[in-house]
């Protein structure tokens, strides 16, 4: 993330996304003259964020909002925060953890929907997957929090690390669809999920984090009744390409919205 990004232009944001090479940069501007705290700490800081991935800017991204308001805290105290993004406002709790510094988002509502049989086969053929490798009591949908998702549930663990697709053909289906990312799960139990997202919109083979895929996903859990409500759901990501993440989602009682915690650690240049 670039902490003051308020005299880059979009040019010049492209062209640091993509020398950085991750799925999302975020580039965030502090809003109101002032981005430490003022001594009220209830009080929350208002930032205005955008995020780009090498390719493309992208609306709304999760994991990237966890590592920025991470690094806010970490930088500034922890407290309240409040990114502006094209997605809308997203309000964000930093405090300190047992393991360190962590932040929750609340998420943009979140909505789902069927997969269409047309859109499913040609996501199979893309994954070079079959109707048998899916898991019957998690139908595919296509699930919204602020960018829309597929959401498709593999039948084995090994199915799900076994990942091989088609990226043109994936990428194509997914520019065609509009969709962010390709979320593909597997329920080791009803509270805890493996994670992978195919990410060819944004330039790249695989995401190991999705904040926004994984408020997607509580959603399509709660809309569902495939969890209890309230309650929390861990997402293990990134496991399978030696970046393991874990995502924590709460379903909220009487609220389409889901908040997804998460920490952030930082890495210098031998671990990329």
């Not at 950085?20 to 930032?47: C, H, K, L, Q, W």
């Not at 549930?153 to 990942?163: F, G, Q």
């Not at 139990?189 to 904040?211: I, S, Y």
């Amino acid at each position: 993330m670039v902490l003051d990004a308020e005299r880059l232009s979009v040019a010049a944001r492209l062209r640091i996304a993509l020398a950085v090479n991750y799925s999302e940069t975020a580039f965030i501007e502090p809003m109101g003259g002032a981005n430490i705290f003022s001594g009220a700490p209830d009080s929350p800081r208002e930032f205005k964020v955008r995020y780009f991935s090498p390719l493309a800017e992208v609306a709304f991204c999760g994991h990237a909002t966890i590592a920025s308001a991470v690094a806010l805290a970490d930088r500034d105290g922890p407290g309240h925060l409040i990114f502006h993004t094209l997605a809308g406002p997203i309000p964000i709790e930093t405090r300190h953890c047992q393991d360190g510094t962590c932040a929750s988002l609340k998420s943009p509502p979140t909505s789902t929907r069927a997969a269409e049989p047309e859109e499913l086969s040609e996501a199979l053929i893309a994954l070079r997957w079959s109707d048998g490798d899916l898991d019957p009591r998690y139908p595919a949908h296509v699930s919204f929090a602020s960018n829309n998702h597929l959401v498709i549930a593999a039948a084995s663990r090994k199915r799900l690390a076994n990942l091989d697709y088609n990226f043109p053909a994936l990428a194509d289906l997914m520019s065609k669809r509009q969709w962010t990312t390709v979320h593909l799960v597997f329920a080791e139990h009803p509270d805890l999920f493996h994670a992978r997202d195919p990410f060819p919109p944004g330039g790249v083979v695989e995401d190991p984090a999705t904040g926004a895929a994984a408020a997607a996903f509580g959603g399509y859990l709660r809309a569902l009744r495939l969890s209890k409500v309230p309650g929390r759901v861990t997402i293990i990501q990134g496991e399978d390409m030696g970046r393991r993440s874990e995502l924590f989602v709460d379903l909220l009682v009487n609220d389409d919205r889901v908040t997804v915690t998460g920490f952030a650690s930082r890495i210098g240049e031998h671990d990329r």
